[in-house]
């Protein structure tokens, strides 16, 4: 049996964190492992904000999305959805 590894951090410091046109990317490293949490404003598109200053022409890192939306919001998508 592997012993099981926990770790406490704060999301309110990231280790690191990159600001771009339209957005920003704040990275943690947890457990040996680094987790970003991307903030994306209305209008925002890899290929106008990142891309310019990437310097390469598609992003190819391997990534899992989680997608929070405010309730508010949330709330008035599924009203629409049942009229």
């Known amino acids: 049996m592997v012993p099981e590894t926990y770790e406490l951090l704060s999301l309110g410091s990231p280790h690191e964190a990159r600001e771009f046109d ?14 970003g949490r991307a903030t994306f404003e209305p209008g925002w598109k890899w290929s106008t904000c990142v ?11 391997a990534h899992y999305w989680y997608q929070l939306v405010p309730r508010q919001n ?9 009229e």
Request: positive net charge; glycine residues 6%; aromatic residues 6%.
């Open 22 to 35: 339209k957005g920003k990317l704040e990275l943690f490293r947890v457990c040996g492992a680094v987790v």
């Open 51 to 61: 891309k310019p200053i990437a310097n390469i022409q598609s992003y190819q890192a």
């Open 74 to 82: 949330s709330d008035l998508l599924l009203n629409q959805a049942d």
